[in-house]
C-alpha cells in the first residue's frame, strides 16, 4: 500500500535552518510529482514547492521562494525540503503529496511539526 513519511521536523529558532524528508514506498515513486504543503493553526493548508517526476521543473510559493529549496531522489524514493532563515510564521506541520498525471490518485503524508521559536 503506497505510504508516504515525512521526518526532520523539530523545534529551531528564527534564521535557523532544517531538511526534511519525505520517503515513499509502494508506488511509482517516479512517476509522482511531488510537492510540499503546510498548516498553520487556525490557517488554511498552504502549497510551498513542487516538482515535477524527473525534477526539471520546480515551483515556489512566493512566501518561501528563495528560502526553502526542494529537491528529489528518484533512486531513494525522497523528496526534500530544505529551508533556511527560518521565521517564526513558518511554524507549521509539513506534507508532503504525490500526485500523478494520468491518475486522480493522490497520497498524503502524516505530517512533521515544525516549530520556529522568537
Known amino acids: 500500500q503506497a505510504q508516504l513519511v515525512e521526518s526532520g521536523g523539530a523545534l529551531v529558532q528564527t534564521g535557523g535552518s532544517l531538511s526534511l524528508s519525505c520517503v515513499a514506498s509502494g508506488f511509482n515513486f517516479s512517476g509522482a510529482a511531488m510537492s510540499w504543503y503546510r498548516r498553520a493553526p487556525g490557517k488554511e493548508r498552504e502549497l510551498l514547492a513542487a516538482i515535477s517526476t524527473a525534477g526539471r521543473s520546480i515551483h515556489y510559493a512566493d512566501t518561501v521562494k528563495g528560502r526553502f529549496t526542494i529537491s528529489r531522489d528518484n533512486n531513494k524514493s525522497t523528496v526534500y525540503l530544505q529551508m533556511t532563515s527560518l521565521k517564526p510564521e513558518d511554524t507549521a506541520v509539513y506534507y508532503c503529496?504525490?500526485?500523478?498525471?494520468?491518475?486522480?490518485?493522490?497520497?498524503w503524508g502524516q505530517g512533521t511539526q515544525v516549530t520556529v521559536s522568537s
Open positions: 503529496r504525490a500526485t500523478f498525471l494520468a491518475s486522480v490518485n493522490e497520497y
